[in-house]
């Protein structure tokens, strides 16, 4: 597929998977529209996207909580040239819900759940016109088991997940492929406010770290695969695992092991996990 002069929307693009995919569609001469909350790390992935070949690069700074800025990219999601949507933005908030205050909650469902179906509506009908387009939500493996303390983030990304399979039966036969990316344990700013985070960024057992650059080599190749399939075979069904990647061994091991654990087992494991 072409990015070159066509519009990438990348969502939490400062640092991390986000920032990695920008550079990977600044290569491509992409038009690329980041957003983000940190206006200094925002004008950073600005000036290397420019260096690295993009077309333009514009600057969304905000929090997708607020409706301005959220709506400010919806209105370029229905722009007939986009050809990319990436809804990568998201945050972690822990405590009990019965212990929360309702904003955080409040805040977390509208970033990773309302903003991306809203944005998500709004590029599909572009893409569908121009019959071709990509859309990638990054989810996580924590959406396939309960969680105490982290029920908004597991709630979010097990919604996101199921978007993207039903998003994905929809629009290909239009030539858009949907993906829903659900990594593990990614070296980003994600987890920076957890204590000793550095130290704890070490690969135990089946838990292994990936690198931001290797999660998007794996859902971009997956994306590819996906579009040369639709290209030659205009009405087929799309393959589970081009719409749901999960990259790295140990993580497929754990996404194909986790529907086979009795569910009460997973409660046990999950309340012998120490409190933050």
């Not at 333009?56 to 209105?75: H, Q």
């Amino acid at each position: 597929m072409n990015y070159q002069n066509r519009t990438v929307i990348i969502t939490g693009a400062s640092s991390g998977i986000g920032r990695e995919y920008a550079r990977v569609f600044a290569g491509k001469r992409a038009r690329l529209v980041l957003t983000g909350r940190r206006e200094k790390k925002l004008d950073e992935a600005r000036e290397e996207a420019m260096g690295l070949g993009a077309a333009s690069v514009e600057l969304i700074v905000g929090d997708l909580a607020d409706a301005r800025t959220a709506s400010a990219v919806e209105a370029i999601a229905g722009d007939r040239n986009t050809a990319v949507l990436i809804n990568n933005a998201g945050f972690s908030h822990y405590g009990n819900v019965a212990e929360s205050e309702c904003g955080p909650l409040l805040d977390m469902l509208m970033v990773q759940a309302e903003v991306p179906l809203r944005l998500c509506r709004e590029a599909l009908r572009g893409m569908r016109h121009a019959g071709s387009g990509l859309i990638i939500n990054v989810g996580s493996l924590a959406g396939r088991v309960a969680v105490p303390g982290s029920a908004l983030y597991v709630a979010t990304k097990c919604f996101l997940e199921r978007l993207s399979e039903t998003l994905a039966l929809e629009a290909a036969a239009d030539g858009v492929v949907v993906q829903a990316l659900t990594p593990g344990y990614v070296r980003t700013d994600f987890h920076r406010d957890i204590e000793n985070y550095q130290e704890k960024r070490q690969n135990r057992g089946l838990i292994r770290w990936m690198d931001a650059d290797a999660v998007v080599r794996r859902s971009l190749r997956a994306a590819d695969r996906a579009h040369r399939r639709l290209r030659s075979h205009p009405h087929a069904i799309p393959r589970r695992r081009d719409v749901i990647v999960i990259p790295g061994a140990a993580n497929r091991f754990l996404g194909a092991l986790s529907p086979l654990v009795p569910r009460n087992l997973v409660y046990r494991a999950a309340m012998r996990q120490p409190r933050r």
